[in-house]
């Protein structure tokens, strides 16, 4: 069965400073993958998805992921991080069937410093 | 476009008591979506629906869960005899229909509920 792992559970950065959430996936072929942000109150924003060509996907609000078959990994980074930035970020991935439904990882909550 | 909407956002209730979820998707989105999400996990997958059709239903849904979408627009959620395990935030989503469309899921800004 397809699953993702995101292996942390919190991080915490500066304001301005790099970021790099890890998310790594089980699936035997090309997975589709996404990343979504959740900020308090709000509804899952879709930040970026990776379905196939291109391994390094552009988002929105500065986010790319990049995609390493060798690692199973998607690892959402952001090269200056922002205040507003903070929320929980969630890894999926989409079931490889007709639903189109996503499995999702458990979430990084992300913490900026000032 | 004004998303996806849901009602409400916050319930209450007592165990063993009924409760209804409204969801209404973006308009011209025929797939919408149910998932639930627990206190630090990520959202789990109920049912989703084509149209006016449920197409499948997760394990999660036990017998007290119904969900319809009598006109392909909107949609209900009911939790029959709630129980205290099923406090959580209730996700809905829509997308359009087809291989990548179907994926690119607009959620709402769900519906807590806890049950007392």
């Known amino acids: 069965a397809q699953s993702v792992t995101q292996p942390d559970i919190h991080i915490t950065v500066s304001e301005g400073a790099s970021l790099e959430l890890r998310c790594n996936y089980s699936?035997?072929?090309?997975?589709?993958l996404f990343w979504y942000v959740q900020s308090p109150g709000q509804g899952l924003q879709l930040l970026l998805k990776?379905?196939?060509?291109?391994?390094l996907v552009q988002g929105i609000k500065g986010f790319e992921a990049e995609f390493k078959r060798s690692q199973s990994s998607f690892n959402l980074r952001k090269p200056s991080v922002h205040w507003s930035d903070a929320a929980e970020y969630f890894c999926?991935?989409?079931?490889?069937?007709?639903?189109?439904?996503?499995?999702f990882g458990s979430g990084t909550r992300l913490l900026v410093r000032p | 476009d004004t998303g996806v909407s849901q009602d409400p956002r916050h319930k209450i209730t007592k165990r063993g008591q009924n409760v209804t979820f409204r969801c209404d998707p973006i308009?011209?989105?025929?797939?919408l979506y149910w998932y639930r999400q627990t206190l630090g996990q990520g959202p789990e997958f109920l049912t989703y629906?084509?149209?006016?059709?449920?197409?499948?239903k997760s394990r999660l849904l036990s017998d007290r869960f119904s969900a319809e979408r009598p006109k392909g627009s909107f949609s209900t959620l009911e939790i029959q005899r709630t129980e205290q395990g099923d406090s959580a935030m209730y996700l809905c989503?829509?997308?359009?229909?087809?291989?990548?469309?179907?994926?690119?899921?607009?959620f709402g800004p769900g519906t807590r509920l806890t049950v007392t």
């Open positions: 989503a829509s997308s359009l229909e087809g291989l990548r469309r179907g994926y690119e899921q607009y």
């Open positions: 699936y035997g072929a090309t997975p589709y």
């Open positions: 990776y379905f196939s060509g291109d391994t």
């Open positions: 999926a991935v989409g079931a490889q069937d007709s639903s189109y439904k996503l499995i």
């Open positions: 308009s011209e989105h025929n797939r």
């Open positions: 629906f084509q149209n006016e059709a449920q197409l499948e």
